[in-house]
């Protein structure tokens, strides 16, 4: 090998050296900072709804009522009681559909299936946790049922 041609790799590798050993340094020192890392989503809440499903010829709790949302499924309760989780979603207002359907035949009389939307406007939040999730937000929503005729 010529005299220029091993001045050149020696420039190289010492170039290679150098530049290796700077983007160990920044890394090594943007690895070790105090401030939290970036956090990468969007803000998401969790909605509820809970009430009464009652008879509307009766105005008697019914139980038993199959009330499904876009991602929970529930039963209603002996007083026809029930807590649903409607949606997960952006923390503004929102509206989401609910399904009533009589589930147990005639078992407690029949009723004719509900599909309704429970609107969330203004919508209060607890439980946050600081970050992306804001908590949740319930809303009282009671329905009557009509009788299969």
């Known amino acids: ?16 050296v ?4 700077l983007m160990a340094i920044l890394g090594f020192l943007s690895s070790c900072r105090d401030t ?5 989503g969007s803000p998401h809440a969790l909605f509820k709804a809970k009430g009464n499903v009652s008879s509307a010829a009766a105005q008697q709790p ?12 529930v039963f209603t309760g002996i007083e026809g ?29 029949e009723f004719q299936e ?7 406007n203004n919508p209060v939040f607890t439980g946050g946790d600081g970050h992306w999730y804001q908590g949740e937000t ?12």
């Open 1 to 16: 090998m010529s005299a220029m041609k091993k001045a050149k790799r020696i420039i190289l590798v010492s170039y290679n």
């Open 18 to 21: 150098l530049i290796t050993c």
């Open 36 to 40: 939290p890392a970036d956090e990468y």
């Open 62 to 73: 019914i139980e038993g009522i199959k009330v499904t949302s876009q991602i929970d499924t």
């Open 81 to 109: 009681q029930f807590e649903i989780n409607a949606g997960v979603d952006l923390p503004t207002g929102q509206s989401f559909n609910l399904k009533f359907q009589d589930s147990d035949g005639a078992a407690n009389g």
């Open 114 to 120: 509900l599909d309704t939307i429970v609107e969330f």
């Open 138 to 149: 319930e809303k009282e929503f009671n329905v009557q049922l009509k009788g299969k005729e």
